[in-house]
């Protein structure tokens, strides 16, 4: 079972940046395509950035491409998202997810197997 914890949430006013990490176990980094996923209340879930296992290859959701870069260290089975140029609309609750297989790279929630917990992000005007 894939353990993953999120954490680096927060409050931050627009423009600003945050950096979420996700810790894995069971070498998920290295093996798994990694997914960020955010929710908004009211709203339903959807993809930020999607990253394979071994090739390198991302996809971003277009609202965010440009301001968002995820990232993975495989060695500390960490994978990163880094948020910059922050917008009220970017305020939600930020999921980790792992998929075991890496491709087809989806950017559905339901091909993904394991979550964290969610880790808040807030946005201020």
């Known amino acids: 079972q894939v353990q993953l914890v999120e954490s680096g949430g927060g409050l931050v006013q627009a423009g600003g940046s945050l950096r979420l990490s996700c810790v894995s176990s069971?070498?998920?980094?290295?093996?798994?395509?990694m997914g960020w996923f955010r929710q908004a209340p009211g709203k339903e879930r959807e993809y930020v950035a999607v990253?394979?296992?071994?090739?390198?290859?991302?996809i971003y959701k277009d609202s965010v491409r440009g301001r968002f870069t995820i990232s993975r260290d495989n060695a500390k089975n960490t994978v990163y998202l880094q948020m910059n140029s922050l917008k009220v609309e970017d305020t939600a609750v930020y999921y980790c997810?792992?998929?075991?297989?890496?491709?087809?790279?989806?950017?559905?929630?339901?091909?993904?197997?394991?979550w964290g917990q969610g880790t808040q992000v807030t946005v201020s005007s």
């Open positions: 069971e070498g998920a980094v290295g093996s798994y395509a």
């Open positions: 997810a792992a998929r075991y297989m890496s491709f087809p790279l989806y950017t559905s929630g339901d091909r993904y197997d394991y």
């Open positions: 990253i394979d296992a071994s090739r390198g290859i991302t």
